[in-house]
C-alpha cells in the first residue's frame, strides 16, 4: 500500500450477487425461525451498542450541533437486515425518521419483513432500494432527503473490495475543466466521499464504522477526496497487542460537514 493511496484487492463481497445471495438465504432461515435476522456485522467488537452509545451520549451532552436532537433524522447505507436502525429505535431517544439504502432488493425486502414483525407499519422506518454510488440515484423523487445522521457499517468496506467503476459528475474545484483534471470514472472508494459531500447538510454527521481500514486510512480516503468533511469524533474499542503491534479490530469515526 503506497503512503497516499489505499487499495484494496476485489473479492467477492464486493459484487452485489454476494449479498443478494446472502440476503435471500438469511430470508429464507428468518422465514423458518423468527429470531434469525441473519449476520450483523462486527457484533463480536460490541459495534452496534458502542455505536448507539455514541449517539446517545451526543445526545445527552447536548453537543453544540443542531444537527443531533431527538428528531435527527438517521439514514444506514448498506444496511443489510435494518438491525442497527431497529436497534437504535429500541435502544436510543431519536425517535426522528429511520432510513436504510441498500442496492441489494433482497436486503430491503428482508429488512421490511423484520420491521413488520417487530414494529408494525412504522411510517417513521423505512426501507429504500438504492445504490449510494450512483450520484443520479439521489436525485430519485421517492428517495427521502435532509439527513442529520448518516451511518455506514461495513458497506465502505464492502464498496472497498469492489472493481466496479463510477461516472464521476463532480468537479472538485469550480474553475477545473472537467475533461482535463477530473478522472472520468472512479473507484467505489473514490466517488464514496464525493457522493456523502453532497448529499450532506452543514453539520450533519458521517459516522464510518470499518474493519478493513484503520484511523488514519479511513481519514484519508475522506479527505483526500473531499474538502467540507472534517474528522470530529472517534468511538474507543478495545485494543489488542499482537507480535509487539498494538491495534483494534475495528474503527468508528465521525465526520462533521463544514
Ligand atoms: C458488510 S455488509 C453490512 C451490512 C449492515 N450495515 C451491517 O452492519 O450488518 C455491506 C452492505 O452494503 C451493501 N452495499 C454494498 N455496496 C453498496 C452500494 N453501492 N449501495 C448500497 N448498498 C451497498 C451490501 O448489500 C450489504 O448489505
Redesign the pocket.
Known sequence: MGEDTINLNHSKLGTQEY?DDLYKLETKNFEENEQDIG???FNDSDAEYKIIGFLNTCLEEQEFVETINESSTII??????G??LFEIRKNSDFKGKLVG????QF?IDFANKIKEKNFGDDKDIEFKH????NNKNWYNTDIPKDYDIILD???L???ALSDNLYENDFRDNENENENENNKKLLKGIEIYPKIMEKIMKKNSILLITSCNFNFNELKLIISQSTKKLKYWKRIDYPVFEFGGVKGSTICSIAFIKE
Open positions: 449479498w449476520e450483523c456485522w444506514d447505507l448498506g444496511t443489510g437486515n438491525s442497527l439504502f441498500d442496492y441489494s436486503s438504492l445504490d449510494i454510488l457499517k461495513g458497506t468496506d464492502a464498496i
